[in-house]
């Protein structure tokens, strides 16, 4: 495999999407900045979090990104760094000359007021803005202000409870009243038949 073209634009998305922070020897250090989930200014959107693409003029832990190309390529870290530092003076040669340049797929260098170097980070693998999720649209609460309102709402929907109450146990009264007085008169007309029938028993024997 080390016989294969290095490809350091490459190796830098990979390193960055893996780690999130790629310090490259002799140009500078690519990281993401985190930000949390916030609310829009007119209340109405919650945008979720995200993260952007960040590039400071220094170096801080250059020797992963080293091993880190080493291994990929199968390559001792002199010959890495090699590589790296390369590629580092062609991306400066290129901001000194022409004031612009450029990672692939990864995004721009801009020389700006002298030695200044804006980075702005390209649409696409490394654009992680809200981590593909959209904003959450809010809808407003309405809320009554009329304290008359909701008495008045309040009263209407417990009003009717009691009512429903008293007139269901009325009816069940009813009920169970009309049920008990016709066992009551089924009683009597029973009893009274029994009695009549030994009357009549009584009178064929003394006939």
């Given at each position: 495999m080390s016989k294969n073209k290095i490809q350091i634009p490459k190796l830098i998305l990979d390193?960055?999407?893996?780690?999130?922070?790629?310090?490259?020897?002799?140009?500078?250090?690519?990281?993401?900045?985190?930000?949390?989930?916030?609310?829009s200014d007119d209340k109405l959107q919650i945008f979720p979090p995200s993260k952007t693409l960040i590039f400071k003029d220094s170096n801080e832990n250059s020797d992963h990104f080293i091993s880190y190309v080493a291994n990929r390529y199968d390559i001792k870290p002199k010959k890495a760094l090699e590589k790296v530092d390369k590629y580092s003076h062609q991306i400066i040669d290129k901001l000194i000359n022409y004031g612009e340049a450029e990672i692939p797929t990864v995004g721009q260098f801009t020389r700006v007021n002298g030695d200044d170097i804006r980075f702005?980070?390209?649409?696409?693998?490394?654009?992680?803005?809200?981590?593909?999720?959209?904003?959450?649209n809010l809808?407003?609460?309405?809320?009554?202000?009329?304290?008359?309102?909701?008495?008045?709402?309040?009263?209407?929907?417990?009003?009717s409870i009691p009512n429903r109450s008293v007139a269901a146990t009325t009816i069940a009264t009813k009920s169970a009243s009309s049920n008990l007085s016709s066992d009551y008169s089924n009683y009597d007309e029973s009893r009274w038949f029994k009695l009549l029938l030994w009357i009549f028993c009584i009178l064929l024997l003394c006939a």
């Open positions: 390193h960055l999407l893996q780690y999130g922070n790629t310090s490259i020897s002799g140009l500078g250090t690519l990281f993401y900045n985190h930000h949390s989930a916030y609310l702005l980070q390209y649409q696409g693998v490394v654009n992680s803005s809200f981590f593909g999720l959209p904003p959450v809808k407003p609460i309405q809320f009554f202000k009329d304290g008359d309102m909701i008495n008045a709402a309040m009263a209407v929907s417990t009003e």
